[in-house]
């Protein structure tokens, strides 16, 4: 019996782009809908200065984000109570289910990170809590 051949490997070269629901464009990465991925979503975003997300939640997953360049603040935890700044060179986790919110307050840099989750669609277990957006403002 011949051996069954390991999967290919995929080269995903940048330039496609999707909107997210979290009001932030991403780098199309590696994901189920690019390559197939069965366990992990990995893309990358640019928050344009004085640019936000959403505030929302990941239902069921965990996500590590390790930011390239510039400076974001994140307002996280019950009613967005709790806040970090990260700072370039810097991992930042945030597990399953709990709410956030990433700002880049800078005026004239963007803020550029790579995220990585545990689920492998880009956008299915986004939970949106529009009742939390004012907390940003």
Do not use: W
Not at 16 to 43: I, N, P, W
């Amino acid at each position: 019996m011949a051996p069954t051949p390991a999967p290919g490997c995929t080269l995903i070269r940048p330039g496609a782009t999707y909107e997210g629901k979290q009001g932030l464009d991403y780098f199309a990465g590696v994901s189920a809908q690019s390559v197939g991925s069965r366990a992990l979503c990995m893309h990358l975003l640019t928050i344009p200065p004085g640019g936000r997300a959403k505030a929302h939640l990941h239902a069921n997953h965990e996500t590590a984000i390790y930011l390239l360049s510039g400076e974001a603040e994140v307002l996280y935890g019950e009613g967005l109570r709790e806040r970090l700044v990260q700072r370039a060179g810097e991992f930042l986790y945030i597990p399953a289910g709990v709410p956030h919110l990433p700002i880049n307050r800078s005026r004239t840099e963007p803020c550029t990170a790579v995220l990585a989750r545990t689920d492998p669609n880009e956008q299915e277990s986004v939970v949106l809590l529009p009742e939390l957006d004012a907390v940003a403002d």
